[in-house]
């Protein structure tokens, strides 16, 4: 290093401070790239702004001119390091910059961002199907057979002005010649703003990213994305003053936690400490909705919904993880409350009503953009919400076609698209805590739960692990305590909860990477309760009837009481539990 200092600094064009930096710092990373076939390397931009601050800065001021020095530099140093893969791939190779210092807001990007490298982070909505563009066009001049090449810019196809032959020169006609034009993949994505990063009150704003040659296909809907580009206009029209912003591609970087919903050391000793309590499940139980009285063995069945049981995947089959949760009753008994609660301490949660969601809103759809009049392929909310809960609120309310839709993600989590030349299968890995309103309005108890919810199919109820009735009973008692609990309320007089909200938010992501087993004395009970159930149903020809999803769903209940404990092995005490829960379910149905 001592040696090649001096050459640092008598560096003075940046392609030659790019390859020193390369060689300093990423030569393992360039010998590397033939190994796996790759065309691009990835930087940190904080190892570049720890080597040469000025030169990052420069980078972010100037991209499209310094990406071509950076590029160019890669190249150079990939002919050293290893000649022969260089020889192979020729100039396709291209440097991708992640992790910027901070990423740009969504909603703030403006003209003060035009032409400079920013980063922008958000969940893939919108895709489309990947095309080639033409990079070098080819032409063939009619007059005299000369060859001229174009390059393209983005927007329409650019012609040659004249023909290059010396004793041609003239201005056509020409002919394009596709196969001998440079040609890469384009793929247009759009992400939206994550939930947690709205202001209050804000509608979620998208963005327009414009991905090309190995980042086309990395990312679906439903991914949470940080990509990395240039800011620029979208197609500015001669007469016009105003225009769209869209982002060129250097990187996309999948993210698989939301960082919002990770815990601090500190709060990981306290989490730790919370799950020593043998009074942990009720204290999370009473930090759940608090502002609701009463309602214990619904706020449990939510518990069990937030932590979820362990997906498996046994011989190919998979198995669903995570609890699927109905509530059923009167208005004004607080459904929409428990739902909104849940969205907020959720690691990624997104609310949804059934009057306004259409089986494209909750599931995925292909149409076609009225801009370009390419197909796209948009994500619904379950997509949106993979690896997190979908709150839907009056699910009774959506058309019977739009909640047929639902049924695969429902058990499958997964949603299936065809149409449009768009073959597609997308994660909807979801939890989903539905409310429902009676179709009589007021819930009738001398009626069954299937014909108070006559809109909903038997084959929709039975995909929900527990279904609970909320109803608004007259009863002097309770009402004092509920109307006591109000007014303290509004007194601003009723005590914290044990787990303050942000806590158990964090609680809950924590919780949910450790995944228990089931004990030989859990798996006996376990399976002596179904065998017995299942018995009884059967005497009593329920409609609903008792099938292996029961048993499945008592093992994702018994999965979920372990993970609230952060323990390892799932005990005798969580199958009791998940079997007591399982009771008053099956008997309010």
């Known amino acids: ?25 990423y030569r393992g990373a360039l010998a590397q ?5 790759e065309k691009s390397i990835q930087v940190d931009f904080q190892d570049l702004y720890a080597y040469d601050s000025q030169l990052a ?8 001119e310094y990406l071509n020095h950076f590029n160019n530099a890669a190249r150079n140093q990939l002919a050293i390091e290893d000649p022969e893969y260089s020889a192979k791939i020729g100039d396709s190779l291209i440097v991708r910059i992640v992790n910027l210092y901070e990423a740009t807001p969504i909603r703030k990007i403006g003209a003060e961002d035009l032409f400079k490298l920013r980063m922008v982070r958000g969940m893939v909505v919108k895709t489309t199907v990947v095309k080639p563009k033409i990079l070098k066009a080819s032409y063939e001049c009619l007059r005299c057979g000369t060859r ?4 393209q810019r983005e927007g329409k196809r650019i012609k040659p002005v004249k023909c290059s032959n010396p004793n041609c020169q003239r201005a056509g006609p020409f002919r394009f010649v596709p196969e001998e034009s440079k040609m890469i993949n384009v793929q247009d994505v759009w992400i939206q703003e994550a939930p947690e990063e709205l202001p209050a009150g804000q509608l979620p704003r998208s963005f327009h990213i414009r991905a090309y040659e190995d980042l086309v296909d990395k990312a679906r809907p439903g991914d949470l994305i940080a990509a990395v580009g240039i800011i620029e206009p979208l197609e500015i029209k001669d007469t016009a003053l105003t225009f769209d912003v869209y982002m060129i591609a250097n990187s996309i970087t999948l993210l698989n936690k939301e960082p919002e919903a990770t815990p601090t050391s500190e709060e990981i000793a306290r989490i730790h400490e919370l799950a020593k309590d043998p009074w942990i499940h009720q204290k999370i139980i009473q930090s759940i909705a608090p502002t609701i009285y009463g309602y214990e063995e619904v706020k449990e069945a939510i518990m069990y919904l937030l932590f979820g049981g362990v997906p498996k995947e046994l011989e190919g089959t998979k198995i669903r993880g995570e609890i699927n949760v109905l509530l059923v009753g009167d208005p004004g008994t607080g459904k929409t409350q428990l739902l909104r609660f849940v969205q907020s301490v959720a690691p990624r949660g997104i609310y949804t009503s059934g009057r306004g969601s259409t089986g494209a809103g909750l599931t995925a759809v292909c149409q076609r953009d009225p801009d370009t009049g390419e197909m796209t392929l948009e994500a619904g909310a379950l997509v949106l919400a993979d690896r997190g809960i979908v709150c839907i609120d ?21 949603i299936s698209v065809a149409k449009g030349g768009i073959v597609a299968t997308l994660n909807a890995r979801t939890a989903v805590l539905a409310a429902a309103n009676s179709v009589y309005g ?36 309770r009402d004092t305590k509920l109307a006591s609990h109000v007014l303290q309320l509004h007194r601003k007089t009723t005590p914290p909860p044990p787990i303050p909200q942000n806590l158990l938010r964090k609680y809950i992501a924590y919780a949910r990477q450790i995944n228990p087993e089931l004990t030989k004395e859990a798996q006996e009970r376990l399976e002596q309760f179904y065998l017995q159930a299942r018995e009884k149903a059967l005497q009593r020809g329920d409609e609903l009837g008792i099938g292996v999803r029961y ?26 539990a998940a079997i007591i829960i399982m009771e008053k379910s099956l008997r309010q149905i």
Do not use: C, W
């Open 1 to 25: 290093m001592d040696e090649e200092q001096p050459k640092l600094f008598e560096a003075v064009d940046p392609q030659s401070k790019f390859e020193h930096f390369l060689k300093e710092k």
């Open 33 to 37: 790239l033939s190994i796996n076939g």
């Open 57 to 64: 800065t420069d980078l972010i001021e100037k991209p499209a």
């Open 148 to 151: 001229v090449e174009v390059i």
């Open 394 to 414: 009056e699910i009774e309310k959506m058309r019977p076609e739009d909640r047929v839709n639902i049924h695969e993600p429902l058990e499958s989590q997964t």
């Open 442 to 477: 007021k819930y009738n108890p001398y009626r069954t739960i299937f014909e108070n919810l006559a809109t909903l199919p038997v084959t929709l109820l039975s995909r929900f692990d527990l279904i609970f009735l909320m109803l608004d009973k007259p009863e002097k008692e």
């Open 551 to 576: 048993l499945e769903s008592l093992i994702r209940i018994a999965e979920a009481r372990a993970r609230a404990a952060l323990r390892k092995h799932v005990t005798v005490e969580d199958a009791e």
